[in-house]
């Protein structure tokens, strides 16, 4: 079975800082990872997605998250925060790219503080 | 394109009232998804239609039914509903081939039942 863990469903950094979203899965096969961006009172966005190749993903808004095999990982990072980038933010793992299988991480809302 | 549109945006039920939550796409994708968004729980797949005239129970199926109408259209059936069914329901869609993989999320209702 599959499943998605992050770590931490709130946390908060000051406008300027390292953000760091972490997202750990278990699989018994090599996944496809997303993340997601969810703005109040709005649907999801995708913000990157790993499928093959480069493990270092660069995605919309200045995100990056990278792939670790080794780890079981693919944490979210941004060099520096921005007031904008307040959100919910959700991990999600598929193991094909077929239908029925997008498996989501509970989410971590995001605060910047100014 | 308007992407993933849904209808209705908000709606309050009594126990025991019915309704339809209507999803439409104009990506010609051939898989779409309905979940559901609980604080805390992430995104839980309801049902999903992998092409037309095919459907599919997800991970919380119970208290739900879905049409695939045509390729455009899908949409989620509640035939009684209970107050654990107070929910923001997204509707999805995907093209399940090549390399673009990602769902693409619509607006979401938000459901209250009294």
């Known amino acids: 079975a599959q499943s998605v863990t992050q770590l931490g469903s709130h946390v908060s950094v000051s406008e300027g800082a390292l953000v760091l979203l972490r997202c750990n899965y278990s699989?018994?096969?090599?996944?496809?990872l997303f993340w997601y961006v969810q703005y109040p009172n709005q649907g999801l966005q995708l913000l990157l997605k790993?499928?093959?190749?480069?493990?270092l993903v660069k995605g919309i808004n200045g995100f990056e998250a990278e792939f670790k095999k080794s780890e079981t990982s693919f944490h979210l990072t941004k060099p520096s925060a921005h007031m904008s980038d307040a959100a919910e933010y959700f991990c999600?793992?598929?193991?094909?790219?077929?239908?029925?299988?997008?498996?989501f991480g509970t989410g971590t809302r995001l605060t910047v503080i100014p | 394109n308007a992407g993933v549109t849904q209808t209705p945006k908000f709606q309050v039920l009594k126990t025991g009232q019915s309704m339809t939550l209507q999803c439409a796409q104009d990506?010609?994708?051939?898989?779409m998804y309905w979940y559901r968004q609980d604080p805390g729980m992430g995104l839980r797949l309801i049902y999903y239609?992998?092409?037309?005239?095919?459907?599919d129970k997800g991970e919380v199926p119970n208290g739900y039914n879905v049409s695939r109408l045509n390729k455009r259209e899908f949409s989620l059936r509640l035939e009684s509903a209970a107050p654990s069914q107070t929910s923001v329901y997204f509707c999805?869609?995907?093209?399940?081939?090549?390399?673009?993989?990602?769902?693409?999320f619509g607006p979401g209702t938000r459901l209250t039942v009294t």
């Open positions: 999600a793992v598929s193991l094909f790219s077929g239908a029925n299988n997008l498996f």
């Open positions: 699989s018994s096969v090599p996944p496809y």
């Open positions: 790993y499928t093959t190749g480069a493990t």
């Open positions: 990506m010609n994708h051939n898989s």
């Open positions: 239609s992998a092409s037309e005239g095919t459907t």
């Open positions: 999805a869609s995907n093209l399940v081939q090549g390399a673009s993989y990602e769902q693409y």
